[in-house]
């Protein structure tokens, strides 16, 4: 039902969307003993480190208006990438996925600001892509 989608999503069905969205608050797994502790690597300096991982389907801005039951003012591509930017600041991962980037150019831009290098590798069909960034500073 789209009432539990939009209530799922955090989505005010009150009002317009607002000019600066705000994202909520996800509960966030761990993988390693049981669940109970993030999964380690050694580090250069040979302690322990954890690396954290985000993939995200972010819905191409050109599939965007296949989703009739979904107001405009959320499939809005301003509107979704602020979120976008939010939760990636949010999270602040080693490593993310991207799924249906079409608009790599603006997000790369972007990543780089963050001290993100990335990648994307474009579905046969030409519309969209899943792009692959990692922080630099960490990773060559």
């Known amino acids: 039902k789209i009432d539990a989608l939009n209530f799922r999503f955090g989505i005010d069905q009150a009002g317009p969307a607002p000019d600066d969205p705000k994202i909520m608050r ?71 996925g991207l799924s249906e980037v079409d608009r790599y150019d603006q997000i790369r831009a972007w990543m780089e600001s963050r001290g993100y290098k990335g990648y994307l590798g474009m579905k046969p069909n030409g519309i969209s892509g899943s792009a692959i960034f990692w922080k630099t500073s960490r990773y060559l």
């Open 26 to 96: 996800r509960p966030w797994m761990t993988r390693g003993d049981g669940g109970s502790r993030a999964s380690q690597i050694s580090s250069e300096e040979g302690g322990p480190r954890t690396v954290k991982f985000m993939h995200w389907n972010i819905l191409a801005d050109k599939l965007s208006q296949n989703f009739d039951k979904v107001p405009n003012k959320y499939l809005d591509w301003k509107y979704r990438w602020k979120m976008i930017k939010q939760q990636i600041d949010q999270v602040d991962p080693d490593f993310i």
